[in-house]
């Protein structure tokens, strides 16, 4: 993990935060994306969506235990269904082919349809904002689009990397189609009413939807814990309360979801990071550098989720 954060920490230089360009940045976050339709799905919608298949969860783990096996068969395929709307809705399989066009225009003569990449890259995040790192993938966006401008390859190419960082898009297909399978192969061993197979594949299904929401809840805690450490280290500290304490709270969050592995530096970063905000207003001298490192371990975790 230690080459980890030194990457996470070089990539935080590189980023170059400034608190006016924060405000504006932060301002951004929340309006839709240049292009955008007005009726594209809401983050919301995709949580209601999601939350619908967890209670079918739970309802599928019912019908097993009392080995009804037509009831399990049928919510699992309700259950199917519910995360073929969220992965429509979330527009991710568009997302997937616009961030491979975009890297396929380094190759082309001034970047040739890169622009128009970028563009409907940006437009496709908003569904997707629970999911994203958002100000650094805004970040990323202006660094490419400069890149295109100037027709600077290395700078388009880091800031390509930076982009995909900050959405891991294909982890978040990856997920989806984990959980799909899962559901395919309970439906099949509900044909032949194994049981012990349907709830095998159950626990396939409950552990890529966790992680669809651990993926939500690293993104989260990064996005606040990032701009809040950045609001302290500039002496800023009570404005970087709001942000703390999303962060705060999303990284709560993913320790609830979060495998057994993980659970040690996430315990370790959700310790620090809510010492921290409990004493905002009196901080200890070492707050910033603890609260830097609480962002290094979320970043790892974050970026090494397989």
Do not use: C
């Not at 009392?66 to 809705?89: I, N, Y």
């Not at 401008?149 to 898009?169: G, H, K, N, S, V």
């Not at 959980?179 to 439906?187: I, M, V």
Request: net charge negative; glycine share 8%.
């Amino acid at each position: 993990m230690t080459a980890s954060m030194s990457s996470n920490t070089e990539n935080r230089r590189w980023r170059a935060p400034l608190l006016k360009a924060l405000a504006a940045l932060l301002m951004f976050a929340g309006l839709p994306a240049a292009g955008e339709s007005s009726d594209a799905v809401k983050p919301s919608e995709l949580r209601k969506v999601l939350q619908k298949v967890e209670k079918r969860l739970l309802k599928i783990e019912d019908a097993l235990q009392d080995g009804d096996s037509g009831r399990a068969s049928t919510l699992l395929r309700l259950a199917d269904e519910d995360l073929v709307r969220f992965l429509d809705g979330s527009g991710l399989e568009s997302l997937l082919a616009m961030l491979a066009r975009a890297r396929q225009a380094v190759s082309e003569p001034d970047l040739r349809g890169a622009q128009e990449a970028l563009r409907a890259i940006r437009a496709g995040l908003n569904p997707l904002s629970d999911y994203v790192v958002r100000r650094d993938a805004e970040v990323a966006y202006l660094a490419a689009s400069r890149a295109v401008a100037t027709t600077d390859l290395d700078a388009y190419a880091e800031a390509l990397r930076q982009l995909d960082t900050a959405i891991l898009a294909p982890l978040l297909m990856g997920r989806i189609k984990e959980a799909r399978d899962a559901f395919a192969g309970g439906r099949a061993a509900m044909v032949g009413r194994n049981m012990e197979a349907g709830r095998s594949e159950l626990e396939a299904a409950r552990a890529a939807i966790e992680g669809l929401r651990l993926a939500a809840a690293l993104s989260q805690a990064v996005f606040g814990i990032e701009i809040a450490a950045e609001f302290i280290a500039e002496g800023h500290g009570m404005a970087a309360r709001d942000q703390l304490r999303g962060g705060a709270r999303a990284l709560r969050e993913a320790v609830t979801v979060a495998p057994q592995e993980l659970q040690a530096d996430l315990r370790q970063a959700d310790e620090d990071v809510w010492g921290i905000l409990d004493r905002l207003a009196k901080p200890l001298p070492e707050d910033p550098g603890t609260l830097i490192g609480a962002l290094e371990t979320v970043e790892a975790l974050r970026t090494g989720q397989r």
